[in-house]
């Protein structure tokens, strides 16, 4: 019996160091015109999110927003300006197929941050041209609070919104995982009461 409570035991030490604890971080940004650099006066606003999942290694943006003063033109994720929440740093992400045209509208997609095509090419060749190096710099840069997504429109042609990303939370494991773990704890309870029983 001892040899079946210690392998509850090892499995549910595993299942905590597993991937199966991969973890999602959510950041959001509270765009704006006078958070522009220059500052703007806009009426334009966003509340984006942006979750990372650091097994799948994606980034999952879902940036609303509205009441531009012109006609959108495309969008970035910036990094990684010299100072937390303050400077201007070049794009690192560019919003290709982000909704142009509009004052109001949503933009909504996963990237692959293993993909090399996610980066704009100058932010990747200013990180030797690898990915790791672009994904580390850019995480580095996103939970020091240098990097910020920002709105270009034809009226603002250097940027309507901008904010920068700031973390919600620390990471959650999935639920499944709490699951899991709930079983194997159970299982370990369920194995010692019928060992004192015997």
Request: proline share 8%; charged share 10%.
């Amino acid at each position: 019996m001892n040899r079946v409570v210690s392998s509850l035991v090892l499995s549910v030490t595993m299942l905590l160091s597993s991937a199966a604890f991969a973890a999602t971080t959510s950041y959001r940004s509270a765009m704006s015109g006078p958070s522009e650099q220059p500052p703007n006066d806009s009426p334009g606003a966003s509340i984006a999110t942006v979750v990372f999942d650091d097994a799948a290694m994606t980034m999952l943006f879902s940036v609303p927003f509205m009441n531009l003063v012109a006609g959108s033109t495309v969008a970035h994720l910036h990094c990684c300006t010299p100072e937390s929440l303050i400077g201007t740093a070049p794009p690192a992400i560019g919003f290709d197929d982000f909704p142009v045209g509009v004052q109001t509208g949503l933009y909504e997609r996963l990237y692959s941050l293993a993909d090399p095509n996610t980066y704009e090419p100058a932010f990747l060749a200013a990180h030797g041209g690898t990915v790791d190096a672009a994904r580390a710099f850019l995480l580095q840069g996103i939970n020091s609070n240098q990097s910020y997504l920002n709105i270009h429109s034809t009226e603002y042609p250097a940027g309507e919104i901008r904010g920068f990303l700031v973390a919600l939370a620390n990471p959650v494991p999935e639920p499944s995982s709490w699951l899991m773990l709930s079983v194997g704890l159970a299982g370990i309870g369920f194995c010692a009461a019928k060992r004192r029983a015997a």
